[in-house]
């Protein structure tokens, strides 16, 4: 399963879910495709699901209160181990990523 336009590329791969670009949707409804998609992965029940964000140069609030719910729906899920991927190269990441900690104690965070 794969969302692809001119500014972002969202792709799974087994229970990895990669996001790569610019997302600037305007609201949390315009990420409703991106959740469709994050939720597939969730249902499939996989031991760990990593949220691979290495590639994602730009994320707006939107975007942000996008991966907040899905962490706080993960930890409905105490089977499913989770990892969140990032780059220090990707200022935003440094400073937002650690809050996902703070929503799910489980969150395994890796930002090189």
């Excluded at 939720?39 to 590639?55: A, G």
Aim: net charge negative; proline share 4%.
């Amino acid at each position: 399963m794969e969302i692809k336009t001119g500014e972002y590329n969202i792709w799974i791969e087994g229970a990895i879910i990669h996001y790569e670009g610019t997302l600037r949707l305007s609201g949390t409804d315009a990420y409703q495709e991106i959740l469709s998609l994050m939720q597939t992965v969730l249902e499939q029940q996989p031991p760990m699901i990593t949220l691979d964000l290495t590639q994602l140069e730009f994320l707006n609030s939107s975007g942000i209160n996008l991966l907040a719910k899905f962490t706080i729906e993960l930890r409905k899920h105490p089977e499913m181990a989770v990892k969140v991927l990032g780059s220090t190269r990707i200022p935003w990441q440094s400073k937002s990523l650690p809050n996902l900690q703070k929503l799910h104690k489980g969150v395994e965070l890796v930002i090189n």
